[in-house]
């Protein structure tokens, strides 16, 4: 199984927004709407903030949203705030119970 | 709260065994399908097993089938992860996450570190 491809970094300023890639193949993302994505600061767990592409688990900020198209699927967090920096990954379903991730993107708000 | 807690890791030579333990709270255990997700140093996430609540549906990524083994024990609301045959690139911290909704892993533990090496 493919790793999904996700930009090794990202950054913006506090206040500013930023979008993060995932980009996958007609036989994952492409295929399904089972998108999630997780924030990891330094040697902590994952924390799912969007799930089934777009959804938001209760006490994830709206600054949070996901979206896709195509074969990309994409995180954009709004309003940026310092608490942000932190990696995230993308994951997705890819058939035959299988789940494949990205490789993560290092957030750093500057 | 939902909790996770994973332990069982530690350091081992290539070939060698290792079991790790997985122990929940804090919900419905043997209503929930239970993953192992590993992490080696400095990467990404890649998912690695995962058990569904009766333990009838069991399934493995390709790099470990035949090595590793999980399995669960709904009246000590654990799982495990049987690892065997273990190589260097298994290195990595495993966590045990919790099935969410889409195919999303909605609760994670804090994870226990796996070093394969001589």
Redesign the interface.
């Known amino acids: ?1 493919s ?1 999904l491809t ?1 930009p090794p970094s990202a950054s913006g300023s506090p206040g500013q927004s930023v979008t993060i890639s995932c980009t996958g193949t007609s036989s994952d993302v492409g295929a ?3 998108v ?1 994505w ?1 924030q990891q600061h330094p040697g ?5 903030m969007i ?2 592409v777009s ?1 938001r ?1 209760s006490g994830v900020p709206d600054r949070f949203s996901g979206s896709k198209s195509g074969n990309t699927a994409s995180l954009t967090v709004s309003g940026l705030q310092a608490e942000d920096e932190a990696d995230y ?1 993308c ?3 890819a058939g035959s ?8 993107t290092k957030l750093t708000v500057l | 709260e939902v909790q996770l807690v994973e332990s069982g890791g530690g350091l081992v030579k290539p070939g060698g065994s290792l079991r790790l333990s997985c122990a929940a709270s804090g919900f419905s255990f043997s209503t929930y399908s239970i ?1 192992w ?1 590993r992490q080696a140093p400095g ?5 690695v097993s ?1 058990i569904n609540s009766r333990s009838n ?1 069991i ?1 493995y ?2 790099s470990v089938k035949g090595r590793f083994t999980i399995s669960r024990d709904n009246a000590k609301n654990s799982a495990y992860l049987q690892m065997n045959s273990l190589r260097v690139e298994d290195t990595a911290v495993y ?1 045990c ?1 919790r099935d ?12 226990t570190l796996v070093t394969v090496s001589s």
């Open positions: 199984q790793a996700q399904y709407k089972y999630s997780y902590k767990a994952p924390k799912l799930y089934e959804k688990p990954h994951s997705s379903y119970n299988n789940l494949v991730f990205g490789g993560g | 993953n997700v990467k990404g996430l890649q998912w995962s549906y399934y990524a390709d966590f996450a969410g909704a889409g195919w999303s892993r909605d609760y994670w533990g804090q994870g």
